[in-house]
């Protein structure tokens, strides 16, 4: 167990934690007293039939929805809905490897998968709040993964789903680009196994890291127009240091591999001995799949093969010149564009 | 200077060198009696207006044109051509690091760039063959940043030119995937800052730097529609164990950076101020404009830019789901493509 200041109240809340008790993993592990990290916005109405679940990304947090998504008049409207923005295990947020006191912290935190973070929002969702249906969960990337898996796992609790960039079964591709950035951070011999004093440690394998997402993350256009311009920054080198070697050598090491190895392994089909099409014919919920044209490892192909497998789904393409990391809200355009497709969903009769 | 049998007569030969005597450098360094490996083909005719230049690529030698590119009834056709297949400087057959002796290997081997290589072809091919003409020049990857640089800097020399999947002046997104794969080697800890007793000591940077291949060299295609199967491969993990780390960890380290550092400052802009439109001006060659449609780090919209600043090119765009990496000849469709084309190419009278 280690201090890191970066996944504190004054960065990331104000948020609150649910203790899941003794969570048992799917892979057999059991994170004792586990801790469900989250911020909600909006109330919850008698009905209890106004509640949106967003599950976070890889390395994100509950802030930046609340930061880039959520807003009056928006489509995430806290004057309409109750947003419950949850922290996925492992982020540094909820139960993570540097803040889990005892021997299961560190390098020997367990291995956790998306359908427990899905098991774990469904106790804090149905025992914590008492609600038994969702209005909508939506999520990014790994969010998205989160969102498939509600859907295929709760499908009357979920009326109406949207997966942002992301797949319901991961690709052979994509668990190699995240190797990469796994590799990255374990090939730092300051990582010691998990067990560094200070993420200080594992700074250069941080900023490996944060070197391919620089080139995956993005997109070559991003670069070609000079998009990063228009974030502030004065060169590529600039936006190098000051966007990704600020935003991952602050974060924890552990908390980056728990949270890719999950993400590599995200999958609906286990529910189904591997049948994606059985696994996707679960779905009940009203889907919008909205993939982004520029992303290199969540490309629009892949999500548009998956949601021909939705019954009533529909294809909505997001358009930037950023790629994948425009999740993260750098493009206004593109939040334009996903305010306008959740709008017209949640405005669906289910 | 150390010894490493993959770059041997028997893997890629049979090869000659040509002593280009002490050649200095654009940026300052002197190769001492630098030597240019190289192979021919076919005979050169008697007026030597029959001769094809193809410069190598990265990591690649003069032999996989001899295996997969040159042959009788096809384009690259020694009946009726003299193909020279020249070894980039630093790629392990021409000066390298590993090779040279003295205080000037290894880590502290020189600064090469593009310009260099295409320079000491010149002297190669005019002063050593008497040839004043070339037919073609073509080249993939990297040998398309020399095949550029030889049409800008000799224009009355090169009559036809095939640039594929490369461009003439290197992207910033393209830059920053290369710093990637260097940095996956410089990060071990047995790279030594270049002294190393054998490439053995730097097995694990130079398979990470694999793998970085994988994800980028490849494509999501390659990996969705499983390609590799038809190569031989039983699992993805096969396919990277025994093709890409076999690949790579046979190769010097120092070779690979020496390489590396050279593609990423590609650019024939260097001859005009930065002005890439004034440079691309200069050629007269007819010239093929030939990406890969799922090339990730060289995208056919890049090249596409660079095509229309070519008076009389030609766009023709390769198809194959394996990316990058097709050049190597991995996919005989994609050959017979490139055949097509240089054929066409070398019919046009100029």
Not at 239 to 256: C, E, G, I, K, W
Not at 312 to 321: A, H, T, V
Request: glycine letters at 10%; a neutral charge.
């Amino acid at each position: 167990m280690i201090t890191n200041e970066f996944y504190s109240q004054a960065n990331h809340g104000p948020f609150q934690t649910y203790d899941l008790g003794n969570f048992t993993l799917e892979d057999g592990g059991t994170l004792r007293g586990c801790q469900l990290a989250y911020a909600t916005h909006g109330k919850l109405n008698k009905k209890k039939d106004n509640a949106i679940l967003i599950p976070s990304w890889f390395s994100g947090t509950s802030k930046i929805f609340e930061q880039a998504y959520i807003g009056a008049g928006r489509a995430l409207d806290p004057e309409k809905y109750f947003i419950i923005c949850v922290n996925q295990i492992g982020n540094g947020l909820s139960s993570s490897p540097h803040n889990t006191a005892g021997p299961g912290g560190m390098g020997a935190f367990p291995k956790v998968r998306i359908g427990d973070d899905v098991r774990a929002q469904h106790q804090l969702v149905t025992e914590h709040f008492g609600i038994a249906e969702l209005a909508l969960v939506v999520g990014g990337s790994m969010g998205a993964q989160q969102t498939y898996e509600w859907a295929v796992r709760y499908p009357p609790m979920v009326k109406r789903a949207a997966a942002i960039c992301g797949t319901a079964k991961n690709t052979d591709h994509d668990f190699l680009y995240t190797q990469t950035l796994m590799d990255a951070i374990t090939s730092d011999p300051g990582w010691n196994k998990g067990y560094y004093a200070s993420n200080a440690d594992v700074r250069e394998g941080l900023q490996r890291h944060g070197r391919l997402w620089g080139v995956m993350g993005f997109s070559t256009e991003f670069y070609k127009q000079e998009v990063w311009r228009g974030l502030g920054f004065s060169s590529v080198d600039d936006m190098l240091v000051n966007f990704l070697d600020f935003y991952f050598t602050a974060m924890d090491p552990n908390s980056l591999l728990t949270q890719a190895w999950k993400w590599q392994r995200g999958d609906v089909s286990r529910h189904t001995g591997g049948d994606l099409k059985k696994a996707l014919g679960r779905i009940t919920a009203k889907t919008f799949v909205m993939p982004i044209d520029e992303d290199m490892f969540f490309p629009p192909r892949d999500c548009k093969a998956e949601q021909k497998m939705i019954k009533g789904s529909e294809f909505r393409l997001l358009k930037s010149p950023c790629g994948h990391l425009v999740v993260t809200g750098i493009d206004p355009n593109f939040l334009a564009q996903v305010d306008e497709h959740l709008k017209e969903l949640l405005a669906i009769a289910v």
